[in-house]
């Protein structure tokens, strides 16, 4: 199971950048995540999804600004983050959960991808 987040880059405050978690080598059904870890803070939940798509959480920093969402046929989880601020500068990582575990904390996810660093410029 191979998961590659990518999709980061620096925008400025207000911009929007769309991230992806790409998955490869999965046969069963899977919910995904995403968690962010700005330097010097810990690990955070920021939003996930469960395979089908229907079943979506949020963080209340990221409501109403993020969208998650998938397309199974291509294997790809993706994040629109609208309206950044500053406090959304991190690395942002996906992460994989196997039979229907997932949820906002970190362990409940089996696989995860190398991040990708978002950063919003003042």
């Known amino acids: 199971v191979q998961l590659q987040a990518y999709g980061g880059g620096l925008v400025q405050v207000g911009g929007s950048l769309r991230l992806s978690c790409a998955a490869s080598g999965i046969r069963d059904s899977y919910a995904v995540g995403w968690f962010r870890q700005a330097p010097g803070k810990e690990h955070e939940f920021v939003s996930a999804i469960d395979y089908s798509g229907i079943q979506t959480h949020y963080h209340d920093s990221v409501k109403g600004r993020f969208t998650i969402s998938r397309d199974n046929a291509k294997n790809i989880v993706y994040l629109q983050m609208n309206s950044l601020k500053p406090e959304d500068t991190a690395v942002y990582s996906c992460?994989?959960?196997?039979?229907?575990?997932?949820?906002?904390?970190?362990?409940?996810?089996?696989?995860w991808g190398q991040g990708t660093l978002v950063t919003v410029s003042s």
């Open positions: 992460a994989a959960a196997f039979g229907g575990r997932y949820g906002t904390d970190w362990y409940r996810y089996d696989y």
